[in-house]
């Protein structure tokens, strides 16, 4: 058995978490006892939907094979995109923070989560800078 620290994380590691981000987004925000419906479309869409944005991001950048510049330029784009939309989810969750007056373990977990994603992004945009210098 490998150890822990010793793992190599799987290609994919990157997109199940960030699928698992998605769901527990759906998941918290279904509940009408914390997230005021009155508020729906004023902050709980958004969180919802940029959840399944940095999903849907990574996940497209994942099935980009890189074959030539225009291949790496657009995994780049989507990877970029991913980092970008980790910022606005961590700005969306302070605006929900206040709105429904969030705990803060709750908080830390989500942000924690969030920040996990972007910094994982950002490492595989470096790596693919590396691994793809002849494309760039």
């Not at 918290?28 to 849907?56: E, M, Q, W």
Request: with cysteine.
């Amino acid at each position: 058995m490998v150890q822990k620290d010793s793992r190599r994380e799987g290609k994919l590691a990157l997109a199940v978490l960030a699928r698992m981000h998605a769901k527990y987004v759906m998941q918290i925000t279904s509940n009408p006892k914390i997230f005021d419906p009155r508020y729906y479309h004023a902050i709980t869409v958004d969180l919802i939907r940029t959840s399944k944005d940095i999903y849907r991001s990574i996940w497209a950048a994942n099935n980009t094979p890189v074959k030539s510049k225009g291949d790496y330029a657009a995994r780049r784009k989507y990877q970029i995109r991913a980092v970008m939309l980790c910022n606005m989810m961590l700005a969306d969750i302070e605006i929900a923070q206040s709105v429904f007056h969030l705990k803060g373990k709750r908080m830390r977990y989500w942000a924690g989560t969030i920040i996990e994603i972007r910094n994982k992004a950002r490492a595989w945009v470096e790596s693919d800078a590396k691994r793809y210098s002849e494309y760039r």
